[in-house]
């Protein structure tokens, strides 16, 4: 017999699973469903999903597929995901979208074998373009190439077998750092460079024996010629000039889609270009995330401050908070500043390539006005400089952690500087392909004691509690993340026969945590991407490969299905 009290107790157990029951049943219709995926979340180290519903671009669950689809309604589009990998976007650390997209429509020079090869190329242009039209290519390296130029210096090409074959045609070749260029005699002429043209603050013009330009100009030195192409540039109207940048970021954002990249952080632009993105993206023109920089001298940079709150008012996926600014140049072009000289140029240590009263007058800026202050540092002495201005511009630390103020590179360090990244809570903003690409020419720069104890010490600083996000300084490289994503696990290129140190190379979670979550944080996005949960933005990627389980090799062949940002399919391959 069931007494009174009992069967109260009973009735309130069934009402509580009843109500329970009730309670647990979607109380939303997704918009779409995509299922019978193999779904990594970021949020653990295990695929931990199978399905996944959006509504409005965001996520609303992630479960098994019966648990998803009792979400789906009279109007919910599923989507067979084929039972391939799914993860969250990559995002784009750290690059440059106009300038990708101007590349794309430069001569690419990344793959010449020699300096002749790169001669030829330009040759075919000047019988293509018509006399006086500027002929600009980018991506070559002269560490690179299999056989030294006939006439060089410095290890450098001269202008001359340049000039030959396009005479009546301006000739600007960007160095693959872009932190330098060679220029033929048509541009240097149109550039008043000459004998007398003294190498500007924070840059190097390359010389013969007798004072002569060789064509090469280093760091701000490259101001000379590019300014040349500037005013050229001048006699288009403000609309033509806005046009062609409104071109190539649309040509940089299907490049980036294309390669599953579903959010970029631009690394410094002008005030006139941040507000021309700003307004692309609340048009919908460009739906790809962008999280901008402004980089300005610091004589105009105090005006433009106080403007930067309002760009991220009204535009979807874009935001500016962060002001760039550069220490020094690249190891490529002798331009990272060292603590000690170069150990095959031993006269020099390098270029600094702003005065340090004004790099800290910047940092002094941004922390009275709440922003997040990112700069260029390659060289030991250049890191050191930045760690010193970063832990000075605050007077408690906890500041310091909260602001994520970003070294971008961070390439070359001084043992003793390692720590300090993990200790004062300072990003440290890598880009894994730049390791494979200049491991063949690092040692030669640095010798092998400083190479091995401070060049791309991954490892070292993610052991010290440093926090790595991750990129490829497209157009310094290929967009391509997989690339990036294999030389950050691997400390290689696919052909090569040996890595680079690989005791400094990163988990294999590491690597995606450093081109997802870890880049949204950098970003103060980490609420909204980086991983695939509840509530955060529907961006993800379906691939070929299961890139939490494949083996290494399997990494750059990595192919992408399908990016969807804010729940749109932006990309898709073809079937």
């Not at 979400?71 to 993860?87: E, I, N």
């Not at 760039?324 to 500043?337: N, R």
């Not at 020099?348 to 702003?354: D, R």
Request: glycine residues 8%; aromatic residues 8%; hydrophobic residues 40%.
């Amino acid at each position: 017999m069931i007494r009174p009290r009992h069967f109260f107790a009973l009735w309130s157990f069934a009402l509580a699973a009843i109500m329970s029951s009730c309670t647990s049943q979607p109380t939303q219709e997704a918009d779409k469903i995509i299922f019978n995926a193999q779904i990594f979340c970021m949020e653990k180290e295990v695929i931990s999903a199978e399905a996944m519903a959006i509504k409005n671009g965001i996520i609303l669950e992630l479960g098994t597929e019966s648990e998803i689809m009792a979400y789906r309604g009279s109007s919910t589009t599923t989507l067979d995901a084929g039972g391939h990998f799914l993860m969250p976007g990559l995002i784009e650390g750290h690059g440059h979208l106009l300038m990708m997209g101007e590349a794309l429509s430069q001569l690419n020079l990344a793959e010449a074998k020699n300096w002749q090869e790169i001669v030829d190329q330009v040759a075919g242009e000047a019988e293509r373009k018509e006399p006086g039209e500027w002929i600009i290519g980018n991506g070559w390296h002269q560490d690179k190439w299999t056989v030294a130029p006939d006439r060089q210096q410095d290890g450098y090409p001269t202008h001359h077998s340049l000039s030959a074959v396009s005479p009546e045609n301006p000739v600007l070749l960007f160095h693959a750092s872009y932190h330098g260029l060679i220029a033929n005699k048509k541009a240097m002429e149109l550039a008043g460079v000459n004998i007398h043209t003294p190498n500007p603050e924070g840059g190097l013009i390359r010389r013969s024996e007798s004072g002569e330009a060789i064509g090469v100009f280093e760091e701000t030195a490259s101001g000379l010629i590019y300014a040349g192409l500037l005013r050229e540039r001048e006699l288009w109207t403000e609309e033509e000039w806005k046009s062609q940048k409104r071109e190539w970021a649309k040509q940089a954002q299907e490049e980036a889609f294309r390669h599953g990249i579903t959010s970029i952080h631009d690394l410094g632009l002008p005030m006139e270009d941040l507000q021309l993105l700003r307004s692309m993206a609340a048009s919908g023109d460009l739906e790809i995330g962008i999280y901008a920089m402004l980089r300005e001298p610091y004589s105009s940079l105090r005006k433009s401050v106080a403007e930067l709150p309002i760009l991220r008012e009204g535009a979807s996926g874009f935001s500016a908070r962060t002001v760039k600014a550069f220490v020094d140049g690249a190891l490529g072009s002798y331009g990272a500043l060292l603590l000690e000289p170069y150990s095959d140029q031993p006269t020099t240590h390098g270029q600094l390539v702003t005065p340090v009263e004004e790099l800290e007058a910047m940092a002094r800026l941004c922390a009275e006005n709440d922003l997040q202050f990112s700069v260029h540092a390659i060289g030991d002495s250049a890191n050191r400089i930045a760690l010193n201005i970063f832990e000075g511009a605050f007077e408690d630390p906890k500041d310091l952690a909260q602001a994520r103020w970003r070294i971008e590179h961070a390439q070359h360090l001084h043992p003793d500087d390692i720590p300090r990244f993990g200790q004062s809570d300072i990003l440290a903003s890598v880009q894994g392909i730049h390791c494979a690409s200049d491991a063949p020419f690092v040692p030669t720069r640095l010798g092998e004691q400083r190479s091995r104890e401070g060049a791309y010490v991954w490892r070292s600083l993610i052991d010290g509690g440093a926090r790595i996000n991750n990129g490829t300084d497209v157009p310094v490289e290929a967009i391509d993340p997989f690339e990036s994503l294999y030389a950050s696990v691997s400390r290689k290129k696919p052909e090569a026969e040996r890595a680079f140190y690989p005791e400094q190379k990163m988990s294999r979670l590491e690597a995606l945590q450093s081109y997802t979550i870890n880049n949204a944080y950098a970003a103060f996005e980490e609420d909204i991407k980086g991983s695939l949960k509840p509530g955060k933005r529907a961006d993800f990627i379906l691939l070929d490969t299961d890139l939490l389980n494949c083996s290494d090799h399997d990494i750059p062949a990595t192919q992408v299905l399908m990016t969807v940002v804010g729940g749109k399919i932006v990309y898709e391959a073809l079937k």
